[in-house]
């Protein structure tokens, strides 16, 4: 079982910068994909990105790509989201998932663990 917590949300005006993490403790090994997901109030959660063990590209949702890189420090097990130049429609909720399986979107798939989420708002 993997534990994850986040950090590094809060109120950014738009067009400002927050970057995401996301430690991972625990059964780490067998996340060959680790990632986000948002879900905002009345809204269904949606995949941002993800990335993987083996070096294959990370994925990203087309909403978010030229202002999010997703990034992963292997020796510390964190993963970050770097968000840049945001948008008020990027307020949300934000998870950080892994998991050894995929969804047939790219996203890491939702039977994996998850943390407790850390809230983005954007004015």
């Known amino acids: 079982h993997v534990q994850l917590v986040e950090s590094g949300g809060g109120s950014v005006q738009a067009g400002g910068s927050l970057r995401l993490s996301c430690a991972a403790s625990g059964y780490t090994s067998n996340s060959y994909c680790m990632g986000w997901f948002r879900q905002a109030p009345g809204k269904e959660r949606e995949g941002v990105a993800s990335i993987f063990t083996g070096g294959s590209s990370p994925y990203s949702t087309d909403s978010v790509k030229g202002r999010f890189t997703i990034s992963k420090d292997v020796a510390k097990n964190t993963l970050h989201l770097q968000m840049n130049n945001l948008k008020p429609e990027d307020s949300a909720r934000y998870y950080c998932?892994?998991?050894?399986?995929?969804?047939?979107?790219?996203?890491?798939?939702?039977?994996?663990?998850w943390g407790q989420g850390t809230q983005v708002t954007v004015s």
């Open positions: 998932a892994a998991s050894n399986r995929l969804l047939a979107s790219g996203f890491c798939h939702t039977s994996g663990s």
